[in-house]
């Protein structure tokens, strides 16, 4: 007898915190099957909000979105607060390059040389090759 907006309340406050919990250095080292597993947590709950209604139109019911794409926003925030010289984690990025003309690829860190997905997906490697 429990209204489904509260229940939505409830998920969202108390479960969906936890699994996004601390995401910003984990998310980029998700397997496909780990990122399915947790994304099942939140196709669970919306099932038994809206038993007959599918995953994706449950989504657009409750005004929600996947975990993976929130993941992802919330990495591109963190990496784009970064990118301000008064945050705390900014000496971890790399110098600045000095460009004084237009150039295609317009980054303004340098891309570090990588030879494993496992060091190109740490948050500051993940973060140049795909935020900025």
């Not at 229940?7 to 099957?33: D, F, G, M, N, P």
């Not at 990495?75 to 004084?100: A, E, T």
Request: charged content about 20%; some cysteine.
């Amino acid at each position: 007898g429990v209204h489904p907006q509260a229940i939505l309340k409830v998920y969202t406050a108390a479960i969906r915190s936890v699994l996004e919990y601390a995401c910003e250095v984990w998310h980029t080292h998700l397997t496909v099957e780990q990122s399915n597993n947790i994304e099942y947590v939140q196709k669970r709950a919306l099932k038994i909000l809206s038993p007959d209604t599918s995953y994706r139109d449950a989504l657009v019911l409750y005004k929600l979105e996947t975990l993976h794409s929130r993941r992802n926003n919330i990495c591109k925030k963190f990496f784009m607060q970064m990118l301000n010289d008064n945050h705390k984690l900014n000496y971890l990025l790399p110098p600045k390059r000095n460009i004084d003309r237009q150039l295609r690829a317009m980054n303004c860190y340098p891309l570090p040389k990588v030879r494993t997905n496992r060091c190109k997906n740490t948050i500051i490697n993940y973060g140049l090759f795909n935020y900025q």
